[in-house]
Protein backbone atom coordinates (compact mmCIF):
# COMPACT_ATOMS: atom_id res chain seq x y z
CA UNK A 1 0.00 0.00 0.00
CA UNK A 2 1.50 3.13 -1.06
CA UNK A 3 0.57 6.41 1.43
CA UNK A 4 2.48 9.11 -0.22
CA UNK A 5 1.62 11.91 -2.22
CA UNK A 6 2.24 12.41 -5.97
CA UNK A 7 4.35 15.66 -6.35
CA UNK A 8 1.64 16.77 -8.60
CA UNK A 9 -0.77 16.95 -5.12
CA UNK A 10 2.16 18.14 -2.87
CA UNK A 11 2.20 20.92 -5.73
CA UNK A 12 -1.25 21.47 -5.35
CA UNK A 13 -0.77 21.71 -1.75
CA UNK A 14 1.48 24.07 -1.85
CA UNK A 15 -0.34 26.44 -3.97
CA UNK A 16 -3.46 26.63 -1.99
CA UNK A 17 -1.59 26.68 1.41
CA UNK A 18 0.28 30.08 -0.71
CA UNK A 19 -2.63 31.44 -1.80
CA UNK A 20 -5.05 30.79 1.68
CA UNK A 21 -2.12 32.64 3.72
CA UNK A 22 -1.22 35.30 1.31
CA UNK A 23 -4.67 36.65 0.01
CA UNK A 24 -7.18 34.28 2.02
CA UNK A 25 -6.12 35.54 5.69
CA UNK A 26 -5.84 39.16 5.46
CA UNK A 27 -9.84 39.19 4.41
CA UNK A 28 -10.93 37.43 7.28
CA UNK A 29 -11.14 39.10 10.12
CA UNK A 30 -13.18 41.76 8.25
CA UNK A 31 -15.50 39.13 6.33
CA UNK A 32 -15.96 37.53 9.82
CA UNK A 33 -17.68 40.87 11.33
CA UNK A 34 -19.68 41.97 8.35
CA UNK A 35 -20.56 38.53 7.68
CA UNK A 36 -20.19 39.00 4.14
CA UNK A 37 -18.11 36.85 1.76
CA UNK A 38 -15.65 39.18 -0.02
CA UNK A 39 -16.73 38.07 -3.76
CA UNK A 40 -13.48 39.09 -5.38
CA UNK A 41 -12.33 35.84 -4.13
CA UNK A 42 -14.64 33.53 -6.42
CA UNK A 43 -12.89 35.64 -9.38
CA UNK A 44 -9.41 33.95 -7.73
CA UNK A 45 -10.73 31.00 -7.26
CA UNK A 46 -11.22 30.29 -11.10
CA UNK A 47 -8.25 32.28 -12.33
CA UNK A 48 -6.07 30.04 -10.47
CA UNK A 49 -7.95 26.82 -10.90
CA UNK A 50 -9.83 25.67 -7.75
CA UNK A 51 -13.31 25.87 -8.67
CA UNK A 52 -12.44 23.18 -11.07
CA UNK A 53 -9.98 20.97 -9.48
CA UNK A 54 -12.25 17.94 -9.39
CA UNK A 55 -13.37 18.09 -13.17
CA UNK A 56 -11.66 16.66 -15.93
CA UNK A 57 -9.39 19.13 -18.39
CA UNK A 58 -11.12 18.34 -21.33
CA UNK A 59 -14.71 20.01 -19.43
CA UNK A 60 -12.39 22.71 -18.72
CA UNK A 61 -11.37 21.73 -15.21
CA UNK A 62 -7.84 20.92 -13.62
CA UNK A 63 -7.94 17.55 -13.83
CA UNK A 64 -7.26 16.31 -10.39
CA UNK A 65 -8.84 13.48 -8.63
CA UNK A 66 -10.45 13.33 -4.98
CA UNK A 67 -7.77 13.29 -3.13
CA UNK A 68 -6.59 16.94 -4.44
CA UNK A 69 -10.12 18.05 -3.69
CA UNK A 70 -9.49 17.13 -0.10
CA UNK A 71 -6.43 18.39 -0.09
CA UNK A 72 -7.53 21.93 -1.17
CA UNK A 73 -10.26 21.60 1.28
CA UNK A 74 -8.37 20.99 4.15
CA UNK A 75 -5.78 23.72 3.23
CA UNK A 76 -8.45 26.39 2.43
CA UNK A 77 -10.59 25.46 5.83
CA UNK A 78 -7.06 25.42 7.79
CA UNK A 79 -7.51 29.22 7.22
CA UNK A 80 -10.41 30.39 7.09
CA UNK A 81 -13.54 27.78 7.13
CA UNK A 82 -16.58 30.31 6.16
CA UNK A 83 -14.37 31.01 2.53
CA UNK A 84 -14.05 26.89 1.91
CA UNK A 85 -17.63 26.76 2.88
CA UNK A 86 -18.74 28.88 -0.22
CA UNK A 87 -16.44 27.89 -2.42
CA UNK A 88 -17.78 24.34 -1.90
CA UNK A 89 -21.51 25.15 -1.94
CA UNK A 90 -20.43 26.46 -5.28
CA UNK A 91 -18.03 24.33 -6.74
CA UNK A 92 -19.15 20.86 -6.04
CA UNK A 93 -23.20 20.69 -4.53
CA UNK A 94 -23.74 23.55 -7.28
CA UNK A 95 -22.60 22.72 -10.07
CA UNK A 96 -21.10 18.98 -10.24
CA UNK A 97 -25.14 18.38 -11.03
CA UNK A 98 -24.76 20.47 -14.18
CA UNK A 99 -21.62 18.76 -14.91
CA UNK A 100 -22.97 15.11 -14.92
CA UNK A 101 -26.17 15.40 -16.30
CA UNK A 102 -26.40 19.01 -18.04
CA UNK A 103 -27.27 19.42 -21.98
CA UNK A 104 -24.55 21.42 -23.88
CA UNK A 105 -26.29 24.47 -23.82
CA UNK A 106 -26.58 24.54 -19.55
CA UNK A 107 -22.55 23.60 -19.29
CA UNK A 108 -22.05 26.18 -21.85
CA UNK A 109 -24.41 28.92 -20.57
CA UNK A 110 -23.74 27.90 -16.52
CA UNK A 111 -21.09 25.52 -15.77
CA UNK A 112 -18.44 27.36 -17.73
CA UNK A 113 -18.51 30.47 -16.31
CA UNK A 114 -19.12 29.23 -12.95
CA UNK A 115 -15.89 27.17 -13.28
CA UNK A 116 -14.19 30.66 -14.05
CA UNK A 117 -15.68 32.00 -11.35
CA UNK A 118 -17.66 34.77 -13.48
CA UNK A 119 -20.74 33.20 -11.87
CA UNK A 120 -21.86 32.42 -8.13
CA UNK A 121 -23.85 29.34 -7.76
CA UNK A 122 -25.70 27.95 -5.31
CA UNK A 123 -27.46 24.57 -4.18
CA UNK A 124 -31.34 25.03 -2.85
CA UNK A 125 -32.18 21.68 -1.62
CA UNK A 126 -32.63 21.95 1.86
CA UNK A 127 -36.45 22.95 3.31
CA UNK A 128 -37.92 24.48 6.45
CA UNK A 129 -39.85 21.36 7.41
CA UNK A 130 -37.74 18.66 5.53
CA UNK A 131 -34.49 19.54 5.75
CA UNK A 132 -32.33 17.50 3.48
CA UNK A 133 -34.77 14.80 3.43
CA UNK A 134 -35.06 14.38 -0.72
CA UNK A 135 -38.20 12.33 -0.58
CA UNK A 136 -39.86 14.86 1.69
CA UNK A 137 -39.57 17.96 -0.72
CA UNK A 138 -42.40 20.32 -0.73
CA UNK A 139 -41.23 22.86 -3.24
CA UNK A 140 -42.94 21.85 -6.61
CA UNK A 141 -42.48 22.44 -10.06
CA UNK A 142 -45.89 22.35 -12.24
CA UNK A 143 -45.56 22.84 -16.02
CA UNK A 144 -47.10 25.67 -17.88
CA UNK A 145 -46.60 26.75 -21.57
CA UNK A 146 -43.04 27.59 -22.39
CA UNK A 147 -41.78 26.72 -18.84
CA UNK A 148 -42.71 25.87 -15.56
CA UNK A 149 -44.21 27.44 -12.41
CA UNK A 150 -42.00 26.90 -8.95
CA UNK A 151 -43.87 26.90 -5.38
CA UNK A 152 -42.25 26.44 -2.31
CA UNK A 153 -39.25 27.39 0.06
CA UNK A 154 -35.84 26.38 0.47
CA UNK A 155 -33.61 27.13 4.05
CA UNK A 156 -29.63 27.52 4.67
CA UNK A 157 -28.91 27.70 1.32
CA UNK A 158 -24.96 28.81 0.52
CA UNK A 159 -23.99 31.60 -1.61
CA UNK A 160 -27.90 32.35 -1.99
CA UNK A 161 -27.62 35.94 -1.00
CA UNK A 162 -24.75 36.68 -3.54
CA UNK A 163 -25.76 33.90 -6.03
CA UNK A 164 -25.94 34.23 -9.88
CA UNK A 165 -28.10 31.33 -9.92
CA UNK A 166 -29.02 28.66 -7.96
CA UNK A 167 -29.67 24.40 -8.94
CA UNK A 168 -32.80 24.26 -7.26
CA UNK A 169 -34.33 20.95 -6.36
CA UNK A 170 -38.48 20.59 -6.92
CA UNK A 171 -41.12 17.97 -6.94
CA UNK A 172 -42.36 17.45 -10.71
CA UNK A 173 -44.63 14.80 -9.60
CA UNK A 174 -46.94 14.14 -6.31
CA UNK A 175 -45.42 10.86 -5.71
CA UNK A 176 -42.38 10.34 -3.30
CA UNK A 177 -40.31 9.03 -5.24
CA UNK A 178 -36.75 9.79 -7.02
CA UNK A 179 -38.75 10.09 -10.27
CA UNK A 180 -40.91 12.72 -8.67
CA UNK A 181 -37.67 14.92 -7.78
CA UNK A 182 -36.06 16.94 -10.57
CA UNK A 183 -33.16 20.18 -10.57
CA UNK A 184 -33.96 23.59 -12.34
CA UNK A 185 -31.04 26.26 -12.96
CA UNK A 186 -33.04 29.04 -11.91
CA UNK A 187 -31.02 32.29 -12.95
CA UNK A 188 -31.07 35.18 -10.09
CA UNK A 189 -33.10 37.59 -9.24
CA UNK A 190 -36.19 36.06 -10.31
CA UNK A 191 -39.24 38.43 -9.33
CA UNK A 192 -40.93 35.03 -8.10
CA UNK A 193 -38.20 34.35 -5.37
CA UNK A 194 -37.43 36.62 -2.02
CA UNK A 195 -33.96 36.15 -0.71
CA UNK A 196 -33.12 37.00 2.94
CA UNK A 197 -29.94 36.64 4.25
CA UNK A 198 -29.46 34.64 7.52
CA UNK A 199 -27.32 35.42 10.97
CA UNK A 200 -25.13 32.65 11.89
CA UNK A 201 -22.92 31.77 14.51
CA UNK A 202 -20.61 29.60 12.75
CA UNK A 203 -19.25 29.82 9.62
CA UNK A 204 -20.24 33.66 9.43
CA UNK A 205 -19.04 35.02 6.25
CA UNK A 206 -20.34 32.23 4.42
CA UNK A 207 -23.05 34.15 3.17
CA UNK A 208 -26.67 31.49 3.56
CA UNK A 209 -30.09 32.52 2.30
CA UNK A 210 -33.94 31.80 2.38
CA UNK A 211 -35.25 31.62 -0.17
CA UNK A 212 -39.51 31.54 -0.90
CA UNK A 213 -40.93 31.03 -3.68
CA UNK A 214 -44.22 32.23 -4.65
CA UNK A 215 -45.00 31.22 -8.38
CA UNK A 216 -41.81 31.88 -9.91
CA UNK A 217 -41.63 31.30 -13.62
CA UNK A 218 -38.65 29.74 -15.48
CA UNK A 219 -38.09 28.48 -18.94
CA UNK A 220 -38.35 24.76 -20.26
CA UNK A 221 -35.02 25.15 -20.60
CA UNK A 222 -34.19 25.58 -16.84
CA UNK A 223 -35.04 21.85 -16.35
CA UNK A 224 -31.48 20.05 -15.57
CA UNK A 225 -30.62 18.05 -18.94
CA UNK A 226 -34.11 18.33 -20.24
CA UNK A 227 -35.47 15.75 -17.78
CA UNK A 228 -37.57 14.77 -14.78
CA UNK A 229 -36.00 12.67 -12.27
CA UNK A 230 -32.88 13.46 -11.82
CA UNK A 231 -32.74 12.26 -7.89
CA UNK A 232 -29.61 9.86 -8.74
CA UNK A 233 -27.59 12.78 -9.63
CA UNK A 234 -28.56 14.17 -6.10
CA UNK A 235 -27.42 11.44 -4.19
CA UNK A 236 -24.28 11.14 -6.02
CA UNK A 237 -23.15 14.67 -5.23
CA UNK A 238 -24.59 14.46 -1.86
CA UNK A 239 -22.68 11.12 -0.93
CA UNK A 240 -19.48 12.07 -2.66
CA UNK A 241 -19.49 15.80 -0.26
CA UNK A 242 -19.23 14.28 2.78
CA UNK A 243 -15.62 12.94 2.24
CA UNK A 244 -15.31 16.59 0.85
CA UNK A 245 -16.96 17.94 3.82
CA UNK A 246 -14.77 15.78 5.95
CA UNK A 247 -11.73 17.16 4.73
CA UNK A 248 -12.77 20.93 5.47
CA UNK A 249 -13.20 19.51 9.22
CA UNK A 250 -9.51 17.98 8.88
CA UNK A 251 -8.26 21.68 7.63
CA UNK A 252 -10.24 23.27 10.94
CA UNK A 253 -8.78 20.44 13.35
CA UNK A 254 -5.37 21.21 11.98
CA UNK A 255 -5.61 24.73 12.60
CA UNK A 256 -6.66 24.38 16.40
CA UNK A 257 -4.17 22.10 17.06
CA UNK A 258 -1.26 24.68 15.36
CA UNK A 259 -2.93 27.84 16.87
CA UNK A 260 -2.55 25.79 20.82
CA UNK A 261 0.62 24.53 20.20
CA UNK A 262 2.06 27.96 18.64
CA UNK A 263 -0.26 29.07 22.53
CA UNK A 264 1.11 26.77 24.55
CA UNK A 265 4.65 27.29 23.05
CA UNK A 266 4.55 30.89 24.20
CA UNK A 267 2.52 31.28 27.00
CA UNK A 268 4.69 31.48 30.24
CA UNK A 269 3.55 30.44 33.91
CA UNK A 270 6.04 30.25 36.75
CA UNK A 271 8.72 31.02 34.44
CA UNK A 272 8.49 28.14 31.67
CA UNK A 273 5.86 27.53 28.62
CA UNK A 274 2.35 25.72 29.33
CA UNK A 275 3.60 23.35 26.78
CA UNK A 276 6.16 21.81 29.21
CA UNK A 277 3.86 21.10 32.18
CA UNK A 278 2.45 17.44 31.48
CA UNK A 279 -1.38 18.36 31.43
CA UNK A 280 -0.74 20.59 28.95
CA UNK A 281 1.66 18.12 26.66
CA UNK A 282 -0.45 15.79 27.62
CA UNK A 283 -3.74 17.08 25.96
CA UNK A 284 -1.69 18.16 22.77
CA UNK A 285 -0.88 14.77 22.26
CA UNK A 286 -4.25 13.29 22.51
CA UNK A 287 -5.35 16.18 20.41
CA UNK A 288 -2.37 15.34 17.74
CA UNK A 289 -3.51 11.55 17.40
CA UNK A 290 -7.22 12.79 16.90
CA UNK A 291 -5.86 15.43 14.19
CA UNK A 292 -3.97 12.07 12.41
CA UNK A 293 -6.45 9.29 12.85
CA UNK A 294 -9.03 11.73 10.86
CA UNK A 295 -6.53 12.56 8.15
CA UNK A 296 -6.29 8.58 7.48
CA UNK A 297 -9.78 8.33 7.49
CA UNK A 298 -10.48 11.28 5.07
CA UNK A 299 -7.55 10.14 2.54
CA UNK A 300 -8.71 6.46 2.61
CA UNK A 301 -12.65 8.29 2.11
CA UNK A 302 -11.01 10.11 -1.13
CA UNK A 303 -9.20 7.27 -2.44
CA UNK A 304 -12.27 4.46 -2.24
CA UNK A 305 -13.73 7.93 -4.32
CA UNK A 306 -11.24 7.92 -7.06
CA UNK A 307 -11.17 3.88 -7.07
CA UNK A 308 -15.18 4.45 -7.46
CA UNK A 309 -16.32 2.26 -4.65
CA UNK A 310 -16.92 4.89 -1.74
CA UNK A 311 -20.59 3.09 -0.21
CA UNK A 312 -23.05 5.44 1.88
CA UNK A 313 -21.62 3.81 5.17
CA UNK A 314 -17.81 4.85 4.68
CA UNK A 315 -18.94 8.05 3.30
CA UNK A 316 -20.85 8.57 6.66
CA UNK A 317 -18.06 7.00 8.81
CA UNK A 318 -15.52 10.06 7.19
CA UNK A 319 -17.94 12.68 7.76
CA UNK A 320 -18.77 11.56 11.49
CA UNK A 321 -15.06 10.98 12.82
CA UNK A 322 -13.86 14.22 10.65
CA UNK A 323 -16.37 16.02 11.99
CA UNK A 324 -16.37 14.83 15.36
CA UNK A 325 -12.39 15.95 15.85
CA UNK A 326 -12.75 19.39 14.75
CA UNK A 327 -15.46 19.58 17.58
CA UNK A 328 -13.40 18.60 20.40
CA UNK A 329 -9.94 19.71 19.15
CA UNK A 330 -10.96 22.97 18.78
CA UNK A 331 -12.16 22.95 22.45
CA UNK A 332 -9.65 21.23 23.77
CA UNK A 333 -7.82 24.29 22.00
CA UNK A 334 -9.99 26.86 24.05
CA UNK A 335 -9.34 25.35 27.07
CA UNK A 336 -5.77 25.54 26.45
CA UNK A 337 -5.95 29.47 25.58
CA UNK A 338 -7.84 29.71 28.85
CA UNK A 339 -9.18 33.11 28.68
CA UNK A 340 -7.56 33.98 25.95
CA UNK A 341 -9.80 31.54 23.93
CA UNK A 342 -13.02 33.37 24.49
CA UNK A 343 -11.43 36.19 22.57
CA UNK A 344 -11.12 37.45 19.14
CA UNK A 345 -7.61 38.16 18.50
CA UNK A 346 -7.26 34.53 18.71
CA UNK A 347 -8.70 32.09 16.00
CA UNK A 348 -9.93 29.22 18.33
CA UNK A 349 -13.17 30.38 18.95
CA UNK A 350 -13.70 30.98 15.43
CA UNK A 351 -12.80 27.20 14.51
CA UNK A 352 -15.28 25.98 17.07
CA UNK A 353 -18.35 27.92 16.48
CA UNK A 354 -17.06 26.94 12.86
CA UNK A 355 -16.84 23.23 13.74
CA UNK A 356 -20.42 23.28 15.84
CA UNK A 357 -21.59 24.03 11.97
CA UNK A 358 -20.27 20.53 10.30
CA UNK A 359 -21.45 18.02 13.10
CA UNK A 360 -25.35 19.68 11.75
CA UNK A 361 -24.49 20.42 8.37
CA UNK A 362 -24.26 17.58 5.61
CA UNK A 363 -26.19 15.28 7.39
CA UNK A 364 -25.88 15.18 11.48
CA UNK A 365 -23.49 12.89 13.04
CA UNK A 366 -27.01 11.27 14.40
CA UNK A 367 -27.76 10.60 10.66
CA UNK A 368 -24.26 9.64 9.90
CA UNK A 369 -24.33 6.83 12.76
CA UNK A 370 -27.80 5.71 11.33
CA UNK A 371 -26.05 4.95 7.66
CA UNK A 372 -23.23 3.26 9.66
CA UNK A 373 -25.53 1.25 11.19
CA UNK A 374 -27.51 0.43 7.90
CA UNK A 375 -24.27 -0.11 6.85
CA UNK A 376 -24.10 -3.51 9.80
CA UNK A 377 -27.26 -4.61 8.84
CA UNK A 378 -28.85 -3.59 11.86
Known amino acids: MDFA ?7 LRETVRRFAET ?21 RFGELGLIG ?20 REEMSRVCQSFASSWSGHSHLAIWPIWKAGTAEQKERF ?9 IAGFALSEP ?28 ITNAPIADFVTLAARTAPEL ?30 ETGLLMIDDAFVPDDALLGGQTGTYPVILESLSENRVGVAANALGM ?39 EAARWLVYYGAWRVDQG ?18 LRVSEAAIRIHGGAGIMREYPVGRIHRDALVYVIGEGTSEIQRNLIARGLGL
Open 23 to 43: EMAPLVQAAEEEERFPKELFR
Open 309 to 326: NLDMATAAKVKLVASECA
Open 111 to 119: FQPALRGEK
Open 253 to 291: ARAALEAAIDYASTRQVRGKPISQYQAIAHKLADMAADV
Open 177 to 206: TGDAVSLFLVELPNPGIAISSLKKEGIRAS
Open 53 to 72: VRYPAEDGGSGFDKISDCIL
Open 5 to 11: FTPEQEA
Open 129 to 156: DGGSDIRSLRTRAVKVPGGWRLKGSKLY
